[in-house]
C-alpha cells in the first residue's frame, strides 16, 4: 500500500474515533434537525390558511407547548399512582421474602432482636445465616458447600 492509502486510512479510523466521542452531541444534532424539520411543516400548514409566518410559528409553539403538557400530566399522574402502589406494596413484599413463621421458627429462645435497629446489611446476614441453618437442620449437612449445622 502506498503511504497516501496509509493515511487516509488512519484518517478514517480517527474521524471514526471522535465521532464514537461526541456520539451523544451528535445525536441531539440531528435530533434537533428533525425537530425544526416537523416544527417547519406545521408552520408551512398554517401558512397555507393564510397566516403571516410569525402568527404561525407562535401558534406552532403555542399548540406544542399545549401538547407537552398534556404529555407530562399524564406521565406525571400515572407515576405518582404507580409510587402510591409501590408504598402499598412494599410491607407485602418484605413479608413474603423473609415470613414471620420463618422468623418465629428460627429464632433462639431467649434472644429477642428488634430488626428495626439493624442495618439492611446486618438483616441480610442474619437471614442468610438462618436461612442456611434451617436448610441444614432440615435437610442433614449441605455436602458440597461444606456447611455443617450448629
Known sequence: MALGRWIDLLSLVVSLYVLWQIRAIVLLFFM???FAVGLNRVVRQFQKSRLKRSAAIGLTIASFIVVLGLLLTLVTTRIVEQADQLVELIPGAIASVVPPALLALLDS?????????????QFVNIWIKRTVKFSCLNLGKVEGLGVIAR
Do not use: D
Not at 109 to 121: A, D, N, R, S, V
Open 32 to 34: 434537533a434537525i428533525i
Open 109 to 121: 429462645p431467649g434472644k429477642e432482636i428488634e430488626y428495626y435497629q439493624l442495618t439492611f446489611w
